[in-house]
C-alpha cells in the first residue's frame, strides 16, 4: 500500500508545477508593464529598486542578462545623480577634491528640511518595444549643455562625467529636461 503522506506530497508538487507552468503562460501575454516610485533621498533604496526593474524586464524576455546589468547601471547611475547632483545640489568638483568631504556633506544635507524633503520620481514603462524610463529630482536642475564630456581626453580622469558616460554607452536613448532635472533613459527591444 502507497504511503497516504507520498501521495499528498506528489500532489502537492503536481499542483505547484502545473501553477508555475500557468504562471508562464499568463507571463507570455504581458504587453506592457508601468510602475511608479516616489523616493526619499536614501541611496540604500537603489539597489532593490533596480533589482525590482530588471525582475520586470526579465518577466518580458525582452532583453538578455547582459543587457539587464547594463540597463541596471545605467539607473543606478540616474538615480545616484538625482539623489547627489540634484536633490542634495552636490557639486562634482567637491568629490574630485575630497571625496570624504562630499559625502559628509551629503550626510549633513539629509540633516537639512529643505534638502531631506525631496523627492526622485521614477517612472518606467516596459513594452514589447522598448523599455523607458525617466528620473526627476526636486534640485533646481542644471544646464545639460554645460556638463564636460566624459569621453574627451582632458576629462578621462576625472571622477565626475562618469556615469553619464556609462548611461550613455548603455541605452540607446538618453535625453534632459530643459530645467536638467529629469532624464529619459530609452533601451529598445533587441
Do not use: C, W
Amino acid at each position: 500500500m502507497i504511503d497516504k503522506h507520498l501521495i499528498e506530497t506528489v500532489k502537492s508538487v503536481l499542483l505547484l508545477s502545473r501553477g508555475q507552468l500557468l504562471r508562464r503562460r499568463v507571463l507570455n501575454t504581458l504587453k506592457s508593464v508601468e510602475s511608479r516610485f516616489v523616493l526619499v533621498s536614501d541611496t540604500s533604496l537603489i539597489a532593490p529598486l533596480v533589482a525590482y526593474l530588471q525582475e520586470q524586464m526579465g518577466m518580458m524576455r525582452l532583453f538578455d542578462e547582459m543587457q539587464l546589468t547594463q540597463i541596471g547601471v545605467a539607473v543606478h547611475e540616474s538615480l545616484t545623480n538625482a539623489i547627489y547632483h540634484g536633490n542634495l545640489e552636490l557639486d562634482s568638483e567637491l568629490r574630485q577634491e575630497d571625496e570624504s568631504a562630499f559625502y559628509r556633506l551629503a550626510k549633513e544635507r539629509l540633516q537639512e528640511t529643505r534638502f531631506a524633503a525631496r523627492r526622485v520620481h521614477l517612472a518606467a514603462t516596459l513594452s514589447a518595444a522598448e523599455l523607458r524610463i525617466v528620473i526627476s529630482d526636486e534640485g533646481p536642475g542644471f544646464k545639460p549643455s554645460e556638463l564636460r564630456d566624459p569621453t574627451d581626453k582632458i576629462n578621462m580622469d576625472r571622477i565626475g562625467g562618469r556615469g553619464l558616460l556609462l548611461i550613455r554607452s548603455f541605452m540607446d536613448e538618453v535625453s534632459h529636461s530643459q530645467q536638467g532635472n529629469e532624464i529619459t533613459l530609452v533601451k529598445r527591444a533587441s
